[in-house]
């Protein structure tokens, strides 16, 4: 990348190895079940992550749809966070498409719902409320701070949730960042879990692609809601032949992005104007605040460092001076030392 893209790890591109096995990939017609390399894909993933069966869909936005349509039913209720990306950045669609109600809690600064507000808000059988049907949770919690929450905190919640014959999903978009981080095999993070949304496109790098995974019984009613939104595929296997990579490869090295957050996060953080905490940044994601004097405004930080830089790095969304960074595979440490001395530079 001569741009050093700073966004998020979505941006992340296909590596050279993905793009040769994409033009090699065989294919089928995965509406049929036929794609031999989708096929290969959804079993490795449900492998590697404990469950029984797996479902390759186009985008984590569609992998957490999917699970909560197949859940939930029309008017029943999900718990989760009102910082969790399904509730914030997913255009609505679980209420949309599937007339699923929402109930937000707050998320703690460790990513977790208080386990007395999640029982608080599992509603008792009455004619008045919406039936509780499913909570989510989202490892790493990346609207505030890509923080990974522990295989403790999860059981506990799984308990609770069977205690009520609720079903549990976990919105695993960076899982591979969380069970990096927390140095915990990934089957054991996930394994109270009913349902858990894989993203392969995010700090693995395929360029397209989720797998949901679950048990056989859930993924076969997941295929119908996938076809629902049209989220059925043909020949799928040149996107899935990335995907094996990224699995394969691409989940054992997301340390190196970690150590460059890391090393950025130190940098930034003795730049005047800039407030960042250290102790915050955990897998690959950084969060820090511009002063409000500082010479620059957000906007205008943005647009230098794109400008004279060729670097990209945006203020975070709902925040006046709040920025977000994220580091991937397209870092490499000269950049992180690069953009470190491009925001010296531009504040001074
Ligand atoms: N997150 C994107 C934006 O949508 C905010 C990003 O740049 O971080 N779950 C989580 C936790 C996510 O962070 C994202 C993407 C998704 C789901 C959705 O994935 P896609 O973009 O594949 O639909």
Redesign the pocket.
């Known amino acids: 990348m001569n741009i050093i893209d700073l966004?998020?790890?979505?941006?992340s591109w296909p590596t050279p190895e993905m793009r040769e096995a994409m033009a090699n990939a065989p294919v089928g017609d995965d509406v049929y079940g036929e794609d031999p390399t989708v096929n290969q894909l959804q079993d490795e993933a449900a492998a590697m992550l404990g469950k029984e069966a797996g479902l390759f869909v186009?985008?984590?936005?569609?992998?957490?749809l999917v699970a909560v349509l197949t859940h939930c039913g029309r008017g029943d209720e999900m718990i989760l966070g009102r910082d969790?990306?399904?509730f914030?950045?997913?255009a609505g669609g679980s209420a949309a498409l599937g007339g699923v109600h929402p109930n937000t809690l707050d998320v703690q600064p460790d990513g977790t719902l208080r386990l007395d507000a999640i029982q608080r808000a599992i509603r008792s059988d009455d004619a008045h409320f919406p039936r509780t049907r499913l909570i989510c949770l989202?490892n790493?919690?990346?609207?505030i701070g890509g923080i990974p929450i522990s295989a403790q905190y999860i059981a506990e919640v799984a308990d609770l949730a069977r205690q009520h014959g609720i079903r549990l999903h976990i919105?695993g978009?960076?899982i591979f960042n969380a069970a990096t981080a927390l140095n915990t095999p990934i089957a054991e993070l996930v394994a109270p879990a009913d349902s858990i949304?894989v993203?392969l496109?995010?700090g693995l790098c395929a360029p397209v692609?989720?797998v949901l995974v679950g048990s056989r019984a859930f993924i076969d009613q997941a295929r119908r809601a996938r076809k629902q939104v049209g989220g059925g595929m043909r020949q799928a296997g040149i996107l899935a032949a990335a995907g094996l990579i990224a699995l394969r490869k691409m989940s054992t090295r997301l340390h190196e992005d970690h150590a460059n957050a890391c090393a950025l996060a130190e940098g930034l953080a003795q730049i005047p104007h800039i407030t960042l905490d250290l102790s915050r940044v955990q897998t690959n994601m950084i969060f820090f605040d511009l002063a409000p004097d500082a010479p620059l405004t957000p906007a205008q930080l943005s647009a230098r460092l794109k400008t004279e830089y060729n670097i990209l790095m945006n203020p975070y969304p709902g925040f006046t001076h709040r920025f977000?960074a994220?580091t991937h595979y397209w870092i490499t440490r000269e950049h992180v030392e690069a953009a470190i001395a491009a925001v010296r530079t531009s504040l001074s």
């Not at 790493?140 to 609207?143: E, I, L």
């Open positions: 966004r998020s790890d979505t941006v186009s985008s984590g936005t569609m992998g957490n969790a990306h399904i914030r950045y997913e989202e790493t919690q990346g609207t919105d978009a960076r949304s993203c496109s995010k692609g989720t977000r994220v």
